[in-house]
């Protein structure tokens, strides 16, 4: 690291967790900053979260004192007073931490150029949880905008293990070329002590959840000192902590943390932890990255780890020193999380890891990039161009694509005109670009920041304090006086008010658990093939437990295996239906794509398809007649004009234009608190997208949504690798029953009906039981004690349902 | 496209399902909420929104008008989103709907985002429009003081419960005593019925049309005389988009 500073060159370190990295990006620096005195910005480190760059500068800080070195380190996010960033503005600390948004905040500035013209390092921490996400994007437009003002500069970035090294080096480059920068690797420490902890009794056949083996959890919690048990998602934080609750006899420390708390209180939590005032912590990926606690002596993993970059960066967490090995224990839910759980261990003891490279960088971020770079100062856009394509993620961007979007911040690029009296960017003679007012760059810092937040509603105690937020739609589905789950405790919902929704604690009856959209990982393809290598071959099922070795044998007994390159499809009927079990393992996202499209092609051949099921490992439907020749709902051409069609028409694509829409400034991001609620945005989104997309199908805004939803979401690549695989060696057998293979997935919550036209029928349906119900009576004023439409809350029984009755009676006569 | 026959004052209505009441005995057709020019008002603030709202709604009105040839056409308040909007429709836009109207009587009952009539448009202006029994006007009365009432403003939808959980469309809520009409334009959001505002013109309930695809789905409403009461929880979304 330090020959590549002495030569200026820009650097990537690769090492594991607790390797010290973030010292070694620093020391450089530090050394520089001591050996020559200057004046303004020598160094600025980008960190993903806000909490991480305060804690580096309190661990900077000290080191700096004690080495007598007279620098400045301070930080900058969103929460720095107004005083002290307008300080920072005119004199400028030696070293600032900062945040992806607060750097384009700054480089947005008129004075940017004076503030970041002495900058000669930046240092990007946690480098691969940015690369190939929209942060990533607009940190490398940041990137490539500092070395336009200051030259010198070199670049360090610092990087857990990942399966795409050269990509990452590429993502940090000047010129996004990797050879350019030195890549360091740091192998070795110890290789981590991974186990699987099985349920006392009974392994469960489905469910995510875990909780039967909360009593070993518990007693593995006991034994250590702390112990961080990490859960796949904010429902299962909920679950567990709980059982864990019920369980505590012993009354130890133990806490919640989880994206959907409030900020106040995640910061409580870890404080706790940092000062060894907890002997547990129950949490999502919100506490994946983030800053060293130093003294975690185990890791458990509840649920299967989906992933090894993923296994490993938690696993990491615990023991954050390099000669000793970092202990975690794999708490597999159900049968096949056994199978994924051996296969993840199995990885990480070939040294393998997983990941995509990242994707291609979003026009959406590129929009709100060019205008604050306008309101930064007037830009010529060749100059401005050359500058962007310098950035990895938009090397291969087109000069179509850029003046297109150029053009969208303009005044929209829309083919119709009349808008141009309302653009916001305007050219001088010389071709130079402006902004046209004060009131463009206050709109632009309104809406800066590239993560856009599902309508979420504030959970307020009645009288008390906010407990965090929940998504929107969760609440709509509660009645007032219903309970559930949230923030580690039961709270009954009693109204909903502007901005929150205001509870209670406590309650009877069994209480639901909020349901967070998206916050589940698909299986990676990578695990995915350890999985399907560990199932086709039974040599290699020793090292299972006896339960999951007798239900495989059970499996090859009754149907057969899944073949390791081939897809096993199973049919057998159930009641009513015929259900169709196809074993893909292309993770979940992949599969519900798939699902939609299978069911598609159904409904065409007449099989009268109902709905469908996509787990991480398998793809089921159900349907009305036998599917009898199943491999023909799997042909390659499956992705043609089924694909398109039912894209354009998804919520998925939707939802990834609601979010285009948002980042590029088409509109108002959300801000909590704010008049507007989020539904109303959403609701808007979808108008916009329905009228833009038949009026202007080929709008750069909509070119964005299409490149993004078949880019950045693999599953349609899955997909088509899937099929290109099974093509020709497809099995189908054709069962009396279930096999023992597939009750997993029949027991798996989470079902999706067919929709398409399904949703008029529904009403029509819905309307009928409801008239059927009344006697097809019209009642204006009574209450037909129906919970009707809309929820409200049944009236106070009046006189009215006798007379009803005796209406009804009258005309039965 | 079935439309819903529905009486009101003994006068026979016919709800459409794309939002429109037809009132055959008076050949009068009514619509609400179009709210026109709503993208380049958006524009006009910075936030540039596909301008092609006006186009896609009179491209909605237009096979009404061939369905049924209406003699009098009554838009129901805020048919431009604001007092401007007519001025700054697009020329070809301003041919369609001036075909669209051709002959017919034409009344702009004034809403409060469009408080004076469409510059340069046919048609007469009013606040409140009166034919036999019934009453036209932007913002329903709510009580006994309305008189039998065909009114928008407050662009309703509710949400239907089906097996596959709830599906929300826009809606037609009527009583024996008034019809609320759902918001017409492309770009129009709505209000839950439950909302404070709906639920006090309706304190005795009454029954949803929720527009589908090529018919209504109708259900009753249970009294809303509580959310009536209650504290205005929302305020009406005619500000956003």
């Known amino acids: ?813 | 496209m079935m439309s819903a026959p529905f009486h009101l004052a003994g006068e026979r209505l016919l709800l459409d399902p794309s939002g429109a009441l037809f009132w055959p005995a008076r050949h009068l057709l009514v619509v609400s909420d179009l709210h026109l020019e709503k993208g380049s008002h958006f524009a006009s603030r910075g936030r540039f929104v596909p301008p092609y709202d006006t186009r896609e709604t009179l491209a909605r009105l237009a096979p009404l008008m061939r369905r049924y040839s209406p003699e009098r056409v009554v838009f129901l308040g805020d048919s431009f989103h604001d007092g401007d909007g007519a001025a700054r429709m697009h020329a070809a836009d301003r041919a369609t709907l001036m075909h669209l109207l051709g002959n017919r009587h034409v009344t702009w009952v004034l809403g409060n985002h469009d408080p004076v009539g469409p510059d340069g448009l046919p048609g007469e202006v009013s606040l409140e429009f009166r034919d036999g029994p019934l009453v036209f006007r932007h913002e329903g009365l709510p009580g006994r003081d309305s008189g039998f009432e065909l009114s928008g403003h407050f662009h309703p939808k509710a949400s239907l419960p089906t097996r596959c959980g709830p599906v929300t469309r826009p809606c037609f809520l009527a009583d024996a005593r008034r019809v609320l009409l759902p918001a017409f334009g492309a770009f129009t959001g709505g209000l839950e019925i439950s909302a404070q505002p709906i639920a006090a013109l309706f304190p005795r309930g009454g029954r949803a049309f929720l527009l589908g695809r090529d018919r209504l789905h109708s259900a009753p409403v249970a009294p809303m005389r509580h959310l009536a009461a209650a504290n205005r929880m929302t305020d009406a979304p005619l500000q956003t988009i």
Request: hydrophobic content about 40%; some cysteine.
């Open chain 1, 1 to 813: 690291m330090l020959e590549a500073a002495e030569a200026g060159q820009s650097a990537l370190l690769i090492a594991p967790t607790g390797g010290g990295k973030t010292l070694a990006g620093f020391l450089p620096s530090l050394i520089q900053l001591h050996r020559q005195r200057m004046e303004g910005l020598h160094t600025v480190y980008v960190s993903p979260l806000k909490a991480l760059a305060v804690d580096i500068a309190r661990n900077l800080t000290t080191p700096a004192e004690e080495m007598g070195l007279d620098i400045r380190i301070e930080t900058r996010t969103g929460d720095t007073p107004a005083n002290r960033r307008a300080r920072q503005r005119q004199n400028p600390p030696h070293i600032l931490l900062t945040t992806p948004e607060s750097l384009t905040l700054l480089l947005s500035l008129p004075d940017a150029a004076e503030m970041f013209g002495s900058l000669r390092c930046v240092v990007i921490d946690e480098i691969h949880a940015m690369a190939g996400t929209k942060r990533g994007d607009q940190l490398a437009l940041c990137l490539s905008r500092l070395s336009t003002l200051a030259p010198g500069m070199r670049r360090v970035g610092l990087s857990a293990t990942v399966a795409h090294p050269r990509a990452l080096a590429a993502w940090c480059a000047r010129d996004a070329d990797p050879d350019s920068v030195k890549l360091v690797r740091v192998t070795g420490g110890e290789a981590p002590d991974l186990s699987v902890m099985l349920p006392e009794g009974r392994l469960p056949w489905g469910g995510h959840m875990g909780l039967a083996s909360m009593p070993e959890v518990y007693e593995r919690l006991k034994e250590a000192g702390v112990t961080i048990v990490f859960v796949n998602t904010r429902a299962q934080a909920e679950l567990c902590f709980q059982a864990l609750w019920r369980l505590n006899d012993d009354n130890l420390p133990i806490a919640l943390h989880h994206g959907s708390l409030t900020i106040e209180q995640r910061r409580r939590v870890e404080a706790a932890m940092a000062a060894g005032k907890l002997r547990a912590v129950v949490a999502t990926a919100s506490l994946d990255l983030g800053i060293d606690w130093g003294a975690v002596d185990q890791v458990i993993q509840v649920g299967a780890p989906k992933g090894v970059a993923r296994l490993l960066q938690r696993v990491g967490r615990a023991n954050h020193r390099m000669d000793e090995p970092s202990r975690a224990i794999l708490v597999p839910a159900n049968r096949f999380e056994v199978i994924e759980c051996q296969a993840a261990i199995e990885a990480v003891d070939a040294g393998e890891v997983d990941g995509e490279p990242p994707r291609p960088g979003g026009l959406d971020v590129l929009a709100q990039h060019i205008l604050a770079m306008a309101c930064h100062a007037p830009f010529l856009p060749d100059e401005l161009f050359a500058e962007v394509t310098s950035a990895a993620p938009y090397a291969a961007l087109s000069r179509q694509d850029f003046d297109d979007t150029l053009r969208f911040v303009e005044d929209g690029g829309y083919a119709l005109s009349g808008y141009e009296r309302f653009r916001r960017l305007f050219r001088d003679y010389e071709g130079r670009v402006h902004v046209r007012g004060p009131q463009v760059a206050r709109q632009l810092r309104m809406n800066l920041g590239t993560i856009v937040d599902l309508p979420l509603l504030k959970v307020k105690l009645r009288g008390g304090p906010v407990l965090g937020e929940v998504e929107e739609y969760f609440i709509s589905t509660l009645e007032p006086g219903d309970n559930f789950i949230f923030s580690g405790q039961v709270l009954r919902y009693e109204r909903l008010e502007p901005t929150a929704a205001i509870v209670t604690r406590g309650g009877e009856g069994e209480p639901r658990v909020p349901a967070y959209g998206g916050s589940r990982m698909p299986l990676t393809t990578h695990l995915a093939r350890r999985v399907r290598e560990i199932l086709s071959n039974p040599r290699r099922w020793r090292g299972l437990p006896d339960t999951v070795r007798e239900w495989l044998a059970m499996q090859r007994h009754r149907s057969e295996m899944p073949p390791l390159d081939g897809l096993l499809i199973e049919v057998f009927p159930r009641g009513p239906r015929w259900f169709m079990v196809a074993y893909c393992f292309e993770g979940r996202l992949a599969h519900q794509t798939l699902g939609m499209l299978v069911t598609k092609r159904m409904e065409r051949l007449g099989l009268a398809p109902m709905g469908f099921l996509g787990t991480d490992y398998v793809l089921a439907t159900w349907s009305a007649f036998q599917p009898t020749d199943p491999a023909a709902l799997f042909e390659e051409d499956l992705l043609g004009e089924e694909l398109e069609e039912w894209i354009a028409e998804s919520s998925m694509l939707r939802r990834t234009f609601r979010n285009i829409a948002t980042i590029a400034g088409l509109l108002e991001k959300n801000h909590p608190g704010q008049e507007k609620s989020g539904r109303q945005m959403t609701m808007s989104a979808d108008l916009i997208y329905d009228v833009l997309r038949k009026h202007e199908p080929d709008h750069i805004l909509l070119r964005a949504t299409r490149a993004e939803a078949a880019g950045g979401l693999t599953d349609v690549a899955r997909i088509g690798a899937l099929l290109a695989r099974a093509r020709g060696t497809i099995r189908v057998r054709q069962l009396d029953g279930v096999s023992p293979l597939a009750v997993p997935a029949l027991i798996e919550e989470g079902r999706e009906w067919v929709s398409g036209n399904a949703e008029d029928a529904l009403l029509a349906e819905a309307v009928a039981l409801v008239e059927e119900a009344t006697h097809g009576e019209d009642h204006f004023s009574g209450d037909l004690g129906l919970e009707a439409i809309s929820g409200p809350p049944p009236a106070p029984r009046e006189a009215w349902p006798r007379r009803q009755r005796f209406a009804r009676r009258a005309r039965a006569g």
